[in-house]
């Protein structure tokens, strides 16, 4: 069984992090930091960890944070030559920066300059996406100003942290607010980085663009469409990732994009079996579809999801591409899996399914989700 993400920061971890800033700044009280630490874990989600350890870092590394920054600079293993490590007892890095990260962003405030850097240098450990957010709230000109020398480093983490630490909707971090309100500031940047050598860099890019679409549809869909001039593969894969949203909510202007316009078919059924199940089964869906004239398309499906309240939220899943050649029948069929997730929860009774081509809906079916014996 795999390890709780909780983990990482489990009795080992604070351990090695107290011998790690012990053996850098001896007066660190190794100790008394596991014994305020350790105990308190048990009880704790992974994020609570890494605040527990954050708020007991500042208590026992020095209070000036000019020496305490200096410390954590020269307790920092050594940077990897590809991707991040674990901490093997030579300096920290992996999941221990986090708590590190957290802790530069809230005491390094006053010293904004010297807690970039060293946030610069923690990403190359691990990431400081989550700890740079508080920063671009408070001080937003001068964070952005380090930014934009940083979209130019060589090392590919520091050049994603511009991408990632800036997405107004990160996962698990501080929603910024004001790139939600007006994504524009950041742009440029995003548009230095969307040829960079690194996958692992437009791959953040695209999910930057990802958070944008929710908020600004349609400027997403003409940024698109203005980036596919004469754009490489690597560019339309990150952009076809970063307006994966707007495709699956049939977004009109960005599936153009793409070339996927509107669409008349001669001919469409749909069928779902079977037509009731019980959660963790799986349906199977099937279209036949003819199409007037020969055009790629696009096809997906939509589930309209009973909530608790007898009302309903869809939720759209991805199918696959075709090319229609004018007067073929082409059969399009897809299993899916009824199950629990974190995310979703199912309610028995009636669902509707939809067949989406080209984000239009043109059939429809039912399956009814059967309570559990």
């Given amino acids: 069984m795999a390890q709780a993400f909780k983990e990482h920061f489990n009795h080992e971890a604070v351990k090695t992090l107290a011998s790690q800033l012990q053996s850098t700044w001896p007066e660190f009280d190794g100790d008394a930091f596991v014994a305020a630490v350790v105990p308190h874990l048990p009880a704790l989600a992974l994020k609570q960890r890494s605040a527990l350890i954050q708020r007991e870092l500042g208590r026992y590394l020095p209070s000036d944070f000019a020496v305490s920054a200096d410390v954590l600079y020269r307790c920092l293993a050594p940077k990897a030559e590809k991707g991040w490590q674990a901490s093997d007892g030579d300096g920290v890095s992996g999941w221990l920066i986090m708590p590190l990260a957290d802790y530069v962003a809230e005491q390094g405030q006053q010293h904004l300059p010297l807690a970039l850097d060293l946030l610069k240098a923690m990403t190359s450990r691990f990431s400081s996406e989550f700890a740079i957010r508080p920063l671009l709230q408070r001080f937003p000109e001068q964070t952005l100003a380090a930014l934009k020398h940083w979209v130019n480093d060589d090392d590919e983490h520091v050049r994603r942290l511009v991408s990632e630490g800036t997405r107004p909707r990160l996962p698990w ?201």
């Avoid at 469409?225 to 949203?245: F, S, V």
């Avoid at 049939?250 to 070339?259: I, K, P, Q």
Wanted: aromatic share 6%.
């Fill in 173 to 373: 971090g501080i929603r910024l607010t004001q790139f939600i309100a007006d994504p524009r500031p950041m742009l440029p940047l995003l548009e230095q980085l969307r040829d960079d050598s690194s996958e692992y860099v437009r791959r953040s890019v695209a999910n930057h663009l990802n958070d944008i679409a929710k908020d600004h549809p349609e400027l997403i869909a003409e940024l698109a469409r203005e980036w596919m001039q004469n754009a490489p593969l690597t560019r339309q894969k990150l952009l076809r990732h970063g307006c994966r949203t707007l495709i699956k909510q049939g977004h009109r202007a960005t599936l153009a994009v793409f070339g996927w316009q509107p669409i008349t078919l001669s001919e469409v059924s749909f069928s779902v079996s079977p037509q009731a199940i019980v959660l963790g089964h799986s349906l199977q869906l099937q279209a036949q579809l003819i199409a007037v004239c020969s055009q790629p398309v696009v096809v997906d499906f939509a589930i309209h999801l009973l909530r608790a309240n007898g009302a309903t939220s869809v939720k759209v899943f991805k199918g696959r591409e075709l090319q229609l050649q004018a007067g073929q029948s082409v059969v399009w069929q897809k299993q899916h899996a009824i199950k629990a997730v974190t995310t979703r929860r199912y309610y028995p009774g009636r669902h509707r399914v939809d067949l989406l081509v080209n984000g239009e809906c043109v059939a429809s079916s039912e399956f009814e989700l059967l309570s559990e014996a």
